[in-house]
């Protein structure tokens, strides 16, 4: 009886507080439901989404120095290729990242064969963008005779057209460009395509072992996974790019298409943009650019630099993760103290590529038009 009574007045009293707090709730629903739905989704994610990605690891061994020769086919559980004309081919889609480019063709020089870059004039969701390696070849002359270069004319999205069908132009494109070239090959010729963003470099000492060894149709390859520089480290996440041993079937892609993958096969590296412009056009720009719900704010120039500084995500959204215990150890990045083990090229060049590097977080103030062209797609 006495606690009933204490039941029925303690309900009276909190009456007024609940019907406070309830309207309060309803106020900031409405107003965060784009952030409310995607923090949901993405807390959730460890439950509704397995995770995606090849499952059989190949360990992979590797020291500074290392000669890469039979032995170390057999360390893989591998034959040495029987092939003995065999030719690398990278191809890759580019967009704004001119400085990774560099990099990549640098590191992947010795080990590659030629370079098929497919650029466009509009960014995959319609917007007119610069052409960035057309107005800046003279900065890859030393490798001219090496690249095969395609300009594919973007168009603005009509209703009922997706990114996703522009980007799978470009790799249709790609794949038709790749299929020309080899088809001119000598015929004994074996030949193997990275395939891969502009973001997602190899290894040479992954190329030169993937040259060396049969690894069979295709591979993936484990990539450490960094945002904004190689300050910022995810992990070993990044699976998507691959190699693949070239048959008429074999088309330019970028989903699974092989279970195998070979562990920390290079660098990933995430929204590494040297200008702060460059952030909001691809945040415009990229395939999922309904991430951006319509909150222009996250546009906002000092809000995008402080994100990079502190490792936080862009979006400001909670990471994709597929495990509880990635989720969590991805919302708290630590910048790293170590710049051990990064491209070569990079290293060598350090003052350069400055804002790639750890400390160098603070993004250059825009650049006058005339050495990057200006950027049409720029709001900040
Ligand atoms: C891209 O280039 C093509 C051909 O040069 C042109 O017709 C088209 O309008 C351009 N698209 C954009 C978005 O600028």
């Known amino acids: 009886m006495v606690w009933a009574f204490f039941r029925l007045q303690r309900g009276r009293l909190l009456l007024l507080p609940a019907f406070v707090f309830t309207v309060v709730l309803f106020y900031l629903v409405s107003q965060n439901s784009y952030q409310i739905t995607n923090a949901l989704s993405s807390a959730t994610r460890p439950i509704w989404d397995k995770a995606e990605g090849p499952k059989n690891i190949i360990t992979h061994y590797y020291s500074e120095g290392l000669h890469i020769n039979a032995d170390v086919c057999k360390l893989h559980n591998w034959k040495p290729r029987a092939a003995s004309r065999v030719k690398i081919l990278d191809a890759i889609l580019m967009s704004t990242e001119l400085d990774l480019l560099e990099i990549r063709m640098n590191e992947l020089d010795a080990v590659v064969d030629r370079f098929f870059i497919i650029e466009s004039n509009a960014t995959f969701t319609g917007l007119p963008k610069e052409t960035f390696f057309a107005l800046n ?184 993760a597929y495990s509880y215990v990635d989720l969590f150890s991805k919302l708290s990045l630590e910048p790293l103290t170590t710049a051990v083990g990064l491209p070569l090229f990079l290293t060598e060049n350090a003052e350069r590529f400055r804002f790639l590097l750890p400390g160098g977080c603070q993004r250059e103030a825009p650049r006058p038009s005339t050495e990057t062209g200006p950027m049409v797609g720029d709001i900040g």
């Open 137 to 320: 070849r003279q900065r890859f002359a030393k490798f001219e005779k090496k690249i095969s270069y395609r300009l594919v004319p973007g168009y603005a999205l009509e209703p009922g057209q997706s990114p996703f069908d522009q980007e799978n132009n470009h790799r249709v494109q790609m794949t038709n460009m790749l299929r020309a070239h080899i088809a001119e090959l000598l015929p004994d010729t074996q030949t193997l395509v990275i395939m891969s963003d502009i973001d997602e470099l190899p290894a040479a000492h992954t190329v030169q072992l993937l040259r060396m060894c049969d690894f069979g149709q295709s591979i993936h390859l484990q990539l450490r996974n960094y945002v904004y520089s190689f300050e910022w480290l995810v992990g070993l996440t990044s699976w998507r790019a691959s190699v693949h041993v070239w048959n008429p079937d074999v088309y330019y892609r970028h989903g699974q298409s092989s279970d195998t993958v070979l562990a920390d096969a290079g660098w990933h590296c995430s929204y590494c943009f040297r200008t702060i412009s460059e952030y909001a056009t691809k945040m415009q720009g990229f395939s999922h650019a309904d991430r951006i719900g319509g909150r222009l704010d996250l546009l906002d120039p000092k809000r995008i630099q402080d994100t990079i500084c502190k490792g936080k995500d862009i979006f400001g959204m909670l990471p994709e």
